[in-house]
């Protein structure tokens, strides 16, 4: 079958990304860009012209399951297939043009061995490739695997650590303060608001108030966020504003929701975010939520095994508020996000800029589309607030700064360790009550940074939607010879067919007695597969014929 030719829209910003990346004959080639701004259609469009010019394996890395299903909706989308249920013990379907598989999955040696074989002279796509440096074994496990790739494109919103940990593929030159990451193409925030319709500003209402409580000593104290305080003076200021045993949350999270509701009058399907504490502390914003505003609002925890289709559904969804602890990370779309509650005590420069990045995204068709962050007006979130315009780059101290006893681990645990208190300082601690006081509010928009002693009420001008640029890109067939066709990916129904399999394997069981293992080889010698996790959709269907003949005649 011959390649057809297809056009791809890019945004100016992917076109001339796309052309240097083009035009580079390095190995690696790291894109640094906002979220929101577009990073995995340049990433597949890049894609896209490596497999036409040479047929090669597509492997996709990225941070959580989630988001290997989102890249397979896009990449089918984009006239790609990736399997993103493809398992270590498996190879590749000929139906598909590769894999998405996370870091985590590749961090163990074993699959790290058997990525690395699929990966020799492919083309691979490292989604916020910072992770790589997240733990040890991750560096190690991404290195040994892709180490012998044609091309590495990396990718990145959050292009900085708050640890030393160097992250693979990423080149270091020297500077002052030790070596600084170089991309080779950088999209920052401040370029996409002054470019117009491509993310939206955000403003940042930030509340005062007074907080007091008992600490684990026993002494009583208060103060507010402009009280100087040690660091775990103001651990406890800020666990005391965030807990819902006073009155600071609660009186924040009115402010927000009251901003929600005038916002989903011009836009009805807007949603709200917090971010909580912990699991508990979620439940409890939940609950406080459904009594205080009668409304509904969908809890997002990480050991909640449906946490992804909880936060799909939701982002497809009318309802107005996801609550969730650290599952909303960088790379989750979600554009209908206008108001977001920032209730975490994590205070990493890191975490705080990939919160934010839920409300940047640039809805079509829209005309006012200002996001609305409310914060703590802690000293540390607003430095951050006050950066989040500002290009960041990962610098790696010199060897003489660096403590060489702490793993990359301990350090990134050192950077939350603040907050983080022991249980039994915890159980010593216990808060008294809080009140907000004081909101000033700063914002981003095309005109820079402005300050407000107050709500703002400014029109905001209607933004033009960006010119998109057209390129020709021939369609990739994949070795079994498809190409784009129908709604569904081959990917999701590949997964339909494979779950149909299990389904139909388990009642052949029932039926005839035999062990799972001798029904799924019976059933694979029939249709003549080796394994249902390499089998292209072709064969799973014929499988299922042959499943179900065998069936009819029990």
Not at 199 to 224: C, H, I, K, Q, T
Not at 363 to 385: E, I, N
Request: net charge negative; glycine share 6%.
């Amino acid at each position: 079958m011959v390649p057809m030719s297809d056009r791809v829209q890019l945004r100016p910003w992917q076109r001339e990304a796309f052309d240097k990346f083009a035009a580079s004959e390095q190995k690696d080639f790291l894109a640094v860009a906002t979220p929101g701004a577009g990073k995995t259609t340049f990433a597949l469009a890049c894609a896209r012209w490596a497999l036409s010019n040479e047929r090669r394996r597509l492997i996709i890395v990225a941070p959580t399951t989630h988001l290997k299903t989102q890249w397979a909706l896009a990449a089918h989308r984009m006239g790609l297939h990736v399997d993103h249920n493809w398992s270590p013990a498996d190879g590749v379907a000929k139906d598909v043009h590769g894999i998405v598989t996370t870091y985590q999955q590749v961090s163990t040696a074993d699959t790290a061995k058997k990525v690395r074989g699929l990966a020799n002279d492919a083309f691979v796509v490292l989604d916020e490739v910072h992770h790589a440096g997240d733990e040890r074994a991750w560096g190690d496990g991404v290195r040994t695997a892709f180490e012998h790739a044609n091309r590495r494109l990396c990718l990145s919103g959050t292009p900085f650590r708050s640890d030393t940990a160097s992250i693979p593929f990423v080149r270091y030159e020297e500077t002052g303060v030790g070596g600084e990451a170089q991309p080779d193409f950088t999209y920052g925030y401040a370029d996409a608001l002054r470019d117009g319709g491509v993310v939206r500003p955000v403003y940042f209402p930030r509340f005062d108030g007074l907080m007091e409580w008992s600490a684990p000593d026993g002494s009583v104290l208060s103060a507010n966020f402009h009280d100087e305080l040690d660091r775990t003076g103001a651990s406890h200021r800020l666990r005391a504003a965030l807990s819902l045993q006073g009155d600071w949350l609660p009186a924040v999270v009115d402010q927000a929701h009251e901003r929600l509701l005038q916002i989903r009058k011009s836009h009805p399907d807007a949603g709200g975010l917090a971010i909580a504490m912990d699991q508990d502390h979620a439940r409890d914003i939940a609950r406080l939520i459904r009594h205080r505003y009668k409304v509904e609002a969908e809890v997002v925890v990480s050991d909640d095994p449906d946490a992804s289709k909880k936060i799909a559904a939701f982002a497809s969804s009318t309802r107005p508020w996801l609550v969730a602890v650290r599952m909303v990370s960088e790379g989750v779309d979600i554009p209908r996000l206008r108001v977001g509650v920032y209730a975490s005590t994590v205070v990493t420069e890191l975490f705080f800029r990939q919160a934010v990045g839920r409300f940047v995204r640039w809805t079509k068709g829209m005309a006012s589309q200002k996001a609305y962050v409310f914060l703590p007006d802690d000293p540390r979130l607003r430095t951050h607030a006050f950066q989040i315009a500002e290009a960041r780059r990962h610098v790696l101290k010199p060897p003489t700064e660096r403590d060489d006893e702490f793993t990359p681990e301990q350090l990134e645990a050192e950077a939350t360790r603040e907050l983080d208190l022991m249980p039994e300082q915890l159980s010593l601690f216990s808060v008294i009550g809080s009140v907000a006081t004081g909101m000033s509010v700063h914002a981003f928009t095309e005109a820079g940074l402005t300050l407000f002693d107050d709500e703002p009420d400014i029109p905001e001008p209607e933004a033009a939607e960006v010119d998109e640029l057209a390129i020709e890109l021939p369609e990739v067939p994949t070795d079994a010879g498809y190409m784009l066709t129908g709604s569904k990916s081959i990917a999701e129904r590949k997964e339909e067919l494979r779950i149909a399999n299990m389904e139909l394997a388990k009642k052949l069981v029932d039926q005839t007695g035999w062990g799972h293992a001798k029904v799924q080889a019976e059933l694979n010698r029939l249709s003549g597969i080796v394994s249902v996790g390499s089998a292209t959709n072709d064969q799973l269907e014929r499988r299922l014929r042959y499943g179900e003949s065998w069936l009819r005649r029990r």
